[in-house]
C-alpha cells in the first residue's frame, strides 16, 4: 500500500453520475438485456406445499407444448455438487413453499410458462412448521458462530438499579425487491462457461460455478457492468444461476432465466422476523447498569441465517453489565439473507426505542441519556475506535431539527386535527473492508483507464472510481474511463457490507500512483524530454502534464512522453490489503437521526414530514452518490417502520403478499422532507482514503426515531412493527 499525499490528492467531485447518461438514454444493459444468439427461456416451476417431497412428475403434455426444449427435473437433472442450502434438483425433497422442483426451457418465456401450467406434480406431504410464537420453545442456538455475549455481574448491577424497563419488539420477515429482479443469462462453449448475471459479487458467483461444475476458475466468466439495486439478495448465488447454466449444458443453447417479481418472495431470501426481549436498568443519573438483549428469528430448515440483532447492543453504549443471544426457530420457510443493514436494521428498532422507553422514565432528555452512555472505546472488545464523532452527529443534527422545542409529555403539540411528535435514534453500522487488486493504465491520448473486478449497484462505485484515479494525476475525472462487472479484470471482493469503496478506491489510487512513477520515471529517462535527467519525486502530474515541482516552468504533456516511446499505453497493477494492524482497533460509522410526524386524530394515519440526519462515514468521496445512499436508506427506515410486511399462510406457507401491488413500500406522497449532512472528518487509520462504508447506516435508526415521535405525538407505543393503523387503534 503506496502512503497517500492527502495535501497534493484531493477528490475532484463529478457532479454527476459517471454511469447517469448510460442509464437515463437506456444504453446500460443490464443482466437480462445482453443479446446472446440463439437464447432461450428457462422458468422455475416452484413446490406448492412446504414441507414433503415430489413422488412424481408427469411432463408428457408439457413436452409437447409448442416450443419446448427440455424439462428438468430431480428425476433427470444433470447430478452436480449443490450447497446443501441451494436447491438444484439433487433430491425430490421439500423443505419451502416455492422451492425449485422443475425447469422449462422452451423458444420463449411465454411458451415456457405455458407449458408449466402442463406439470403434473405429485407430493408427499408432511406436517410443516410455520407456527412461530407456538415453537418459540424449540429455538436453538445458531449452528454457526457465536450466539451469546455476556459481561459484568448482572445480579449485583441490577440490585443497584433506580430504574428499570422490560420489553419485547417484534419485526416481520421483509422482502428484497430491487427495480431490477435477479436474472441470469449462461452458456458454454466446451467446457468453459460464460454468465452475466444480476449480482453484489462476481467473483463469488464465479467462484460458486467453479464448486458447482468442477470447473477451473479460468474456464468461468461472469459479467455485471450494471445491477439494478442489490440490497443483500444478490450477494448469495441462488438456485436460478446454477439452473441457467445446468439447462444450457442440456440443451446446448444459451439459456436465460429471469425471476419473476412474483418470485422474489422466498426463493431468493428474505429477512428474517425478529422477537426481540430487551431489559435495561439504569442509575437515577442514567448510567446504565444492566443491558440485556435477547433474539429470536426464524430459520429454514436447509440452513441457518443470523439476523444479528443484538450486535450492535454490545458496544454501542456502555453498560456495567451486558448479555446478548441470539436464537433460531427452524420453520418451512425460504433461506434468510442480508438485508439491507442485516441485524443493525431490525436490531436499533428495538434498542431505540428501548432507550426512549428509559429516558421517558428516568425523567431525561432521550439525547442526554446517549451522551451519559457514550462509549469512548468499543467496550465488546476493549480497544480504541478508529475514529468516532458521534457527538458532533447529536450536536448537528439536533441544531438543525429544533429537538429543544420537543415536549416530553406525549400529545402536546396540535396542528389542527394532527398531533405532532419528535423523535430520535443512533444510527450505527460496521466499517469493512476487503483486499482488492486494480489495474490502472495511461492511454496515449491522455486519458486514464481503470479496470477492477468489482460491481456497481447503483451507489455511485464507477463515480468514485473515476475520481480516485484522476485525483493522482490532479486531473479532470470526465478522462477517465472506469470498467468493471468481469472476472477477467483484477480480483475483488464482493459488494456488500458497505465495504465496496472502503476496498476498491485504494486499490485504483495505488495503481494509479505506480503507473504516474512509470511514467515519471519514462521521462527522465528520455533524452529529448525536457524533465530528462531529473528526479522522480520531484515530477507531479497536473491536468494532462509532468511538471517539475522544483522548477514549474519545466513540463511535458503526458501524451507527448508516451507518443515519443511507441504509443505503448503505460500501465500498473496494484492490491490494496488490509491495515497490519486491524486488530487493535475498532471501526464503525455513527450517526443521529430525528424525525417529526404528524399523526391525524381520527384516521389515526401517520405522516413522516421531516427526517434530519448527521452521519459520521469518514471522507465523503462524492456528495451526489453519497447522499443519496443516506437518503434511501432513510425512506426505507420509514417503510421499516410503517409498511414492510409479508403475510405468510400459516397452511401453506407461501407469501399472500407477494407483488408490489400489497407488499407496501413508500411511494413519494408518504416521504417528506429528508435532511441530511456528513460530518466529512476522514478515518485515515481505517484506510489510506479516510472513507467508510455509507450504503447501509442510513436505514439503522430511522425506524426508531418515527416510532418514537409517533409515542411523543399520541402516547401509544406500538412495539410490535410495522406501525399501522389498526395497531394504533388498539394500543
Known amino acids: 500500500m503506496m502512503a497517500i499525499d492527502h495535501e497534493k490528492h484531493t477528490f475532484k467531485q463529478l457532479d454527476h453520475r459517471y454511469d447517469g447518461r448510460a442509464k437515463v438514454t437506456g444504453t446500460a444493459k443490464y443482466a437480462a438485456e445482453f443479446p ?89 406431504t408432511t406436517s410443516p412448521r410455520l407456527d412461530f410464537k407456538a415453537l418459540t420453545n424449540e429455538a436453538r442456538d445458531p449452528k454457526r458462530g457465536p450466539s451469546h455475549v455476556q459481561r459484568g455481574d448482572t445480579a449485583a448491577s441490577l440490585a443497584r438499579a433506580a430504574v428499570t ?153 456502555n453498560s456495567e453489565s451486558l448479555s446478548t443471544s441470539h436464537r433460531m426457530v427452524e420453520l418451512n420457510l425460504g433461506m434468510g439473507t442480508w438485508q439491507r443493514a442485516p441485524g443493525e436494521a431490525t436490531g436499533t428498532v428495538a434498542l431505540e426505542i428501548a432507550l426512549d422507553e428509559l429516558a421517558e422514565k428516568l425523567n431525561m432528555d432521550p439525547v442526554q441519556l446517549r451522551l451519559v452512555n457514550y462509549a469512548e472505546t468499543d467496550p465488546s472488545h476493549n480497544r480504541p475506535w478508529s475514529s468516532k464523532h458521534l457527538r458532533e452527529c447529536y450536536d448537528q443534527a439536533a441544531e438543525r431539527f429544533h429537538w429543544a422545542r420537543r415536549k416530553p409529555q406525549p400529545g402536546q403539540v396540535r396542528e389542527g386535527n394532527q398531533s405532532i411528535g419528535y423523535g430520535m435514534a443512533t444510527a450505527v453500522y460496521g466499517a469493512n473492508r476487503s483486499p482488492s487488486s486494480a489495474t490502472v493504465r495511461i492511454l496515449p491520448n491522455g486519458r486514464l483507464y481503470v479496470g477492477i473486478g468489482t460491481q456497481d449497484l ?115 497493477t496494484a492490491t490494496s490489503e488490509l491495515s497490519k494492524d486491524r486488530a487493535s482497533f475498532s471501526s464503525q460509522s455513527w450517526g443521529a437521526v430525528f424525525a417529526e410526524v404528524a399523526v391525524d386524530a381520527d384516521t389515526w394515519m401517520v405522516q413522516v414530514r421531516r427526517v434530519v440526519a448527521t452521519y459520521d462515514i469518514g471522507t465523503l468521496l462524492n456528495n451526489k452518490t453519497g447522499i443519496n445512499q443516506l437518503q434511501g436508506g432513510i425512506v426505507w427506515g420509514i417503510s421499516m417502520a410503517l409498511q414492510e410486511e409479508a403475510h405468510i399462510d400459516p397452511v401453506y406457507g407461501r407469501t399472500v403478499n407477494a407483488n408490489l401491488a400489497e407488499y407496501h413500500v413508500p411511494v413519494n406522497a408518504d416521504v417528506g422532507e429528508i435532511d441530511v449532512t456528513c460530518l466529512n472528518i476522514p478515518d485515515y487509520k481505517f484506510n489510506p482514503i479516510g472513507s467508510r462504508g455509507i450504503g447501509e447506516i442510513g436505514i439503522t435508526g430511522a425506524a426508531a426515531a418515527v416510532a418514537n415521535a409517533i409515542y411523543n405525538a399520541t402516547g401509544k407505543r406500538v412495539r410490535d412493527f410495522p406501525i399501522t393503523i389498526d395497531k394504533l387503534m388498539r394500543a
Open 36 to 124: 446472446v444468439k440463439d437464447v432461450t427461456y428457462g422458468y422455475i416451476v416452484q413446490s406448492t406445499i412446504p414441507s414433503g417431497a415430489v413422488t412424481s412428475i408427469d411432463a408428457s403434455a408439457a413436452s409437447r407444448a409448442s416450443g419446448i426444449l427440455a424439462i428438468l427435473t430431480p428425476f433427470n437433472a444433470p447430478r452436480v455438487k449443490a450447497a446443501a442450502n441451494v436447491h438444484l434438483l439433487q433430491d425430490t425433497n421439500v423443505f419451502y413453499n416455492g422451492q425449485p422442483v422443475a425447469v422449462i426451457v422452451a423458444r420463449s418465456l411465454p411458451e415456457a410458462m405455458h407449458a408449466a401450467t402442463l406439470l403434473h406434480i405429485t407430493y408427499k
Open 165 to 317: 424497563i422490560e420489553q419485547t419488539y417484534t419485526t416481520p420477515i421483509q422482502n428484497h425487491n430491487p427495480m431490477e429482479p435477479h436474472a441470469t443469462i449462461a452458456w458454454w462453449d466446451g467446457d468453459k462457461l460464460s454468465v452475466y448475471d444480476a449480482t453484489q459479487g462476481i467473483t463469488g458467483v464465479r467462484q460458486n460455478l467453479v464448486n458447482t461444475f468442477s470447473l477451473k476458475p479460468d474456464d468461468v466468466r461472469v459479467q455485471c457492468p450494471y445491477t439494478g439495486g442489490g440490497f443483500g439478495t444478490k450477494g448469495s448465488v441462488w438456485p436460478h444461476v446454477a439452473l441457467a447454466a445446468m439447462a444450457s449444458k442440456v440443451v446446448q443453447r444459451p439459456v436465460k432465466i429471469s425471476i419473476g417479481r412474483n418470485q422474489m418472495f422466498g426463493p431468493v431470501g428474505s429477512r428474517p422476523n425478529t422477537q426481540q426481549h430487551i431489559r435495561l436498568a439504569a442509575a437515577s443519573d442514567g448510567k446504565l447498569l444492566v443491558t440485556e438483549h435477547d433474539v429470536l428469528m426464524y430459520t429454514s430448515m436447509f440452513g441457518d441465517f443470523v439476523e444479528g440483532a443484538a450486535n450492535q447492543t454490545s458496544f454501542l453504549y
Open 458 to 572: 447503483g451507489t455511485g462505485t464507477y463515480t468514485i472510481l473515476a475520481q480516485t484515479a484522476a485525483a493522482v494525476f490532479s486531473m479532470d475525472p470526465t478522462l477517465v474511463d472506469v470498467h468493471i462487472g468481469d472476472t477477467t479484470l483484477p480480483r475483488s471482493g464482493g459488494s456488500g457490507g458497505s465495504t465496496t469503496a472502503a476496498s476498491v478506491c485504494p486499490a485504483v489510487y495505488d495503481a494509479a500512483a505506480q503507473a504516474q512513477l512509470k511514467l515519471a520515471q519514462l521521462a527522465i529517462s528520455d533524452s529529448s524530454s525536457p524533465l530528462h535527467g531529473g528526479n522522480v519525486d520531484d515530477l507531479d502530474a497536473r491536468d494532462g502534464f509532468l511538471v517539475s515541482k522544483s522548477s514549474p516552468d519545466k513540463s511535458e504533456s503526458i501524451t507527448a512522453i508516451i507518443a515519443r516511446n511507441g504509443a505503448t499505453p503505460i500501465e500498473a
